[in-house]
């Protein structure tokens, strides 16, 4: 399993979780979940997840794709900004 227990959310989860909201009636804000899978997203923890060839998976938990190279590079490349440059662990090597 990956670190945190974090997987990799499938390309367009949002439209999913937003058809979801729909179809089921959930009382939940549309801005609050993208806040939210943002936040998720632009984690170094997910981040970190990123590499080439990994699994992504759909909003059940079942495996629905890989990252692309151009996908890896730009993990690597947010990774990279400097407001991740130092954080409780220390400098990123």
């Known amino acids: 399993m990956f670190g945190h227990g974090l997987k990799l959310m499938k390309i367009d989860l949002l439209e999913d979780l937003y058809e979801d909201i ?7 804000s549309k801005k609050g979940l993208r806040r ?13 997840q990123g590499v080439l060839g990994a ?19 730009f993990a690597q ?4 900004k400097s407001y991740f440059s130092e954080d409780l ?5």
């Open 22 to 28: 729909n179809t089921q009636e959930l009382p939940l």
């Open 36 to 48: 939210c899978i943002r936040a998720i997203a632009r984690s170094r923890d997910y981040l970190e």
């Open 55 to 73: 699994q992504r998976y759909d909003k059940h938990g079942q495996p629905c794709g890989q990252v692309t190279e151009e996908q890896s590079q």
């Open 77 to 80: 490349k947010y990774l990279n």
């Open 89 to 93: 662990r220390g400098p990123v090597p």
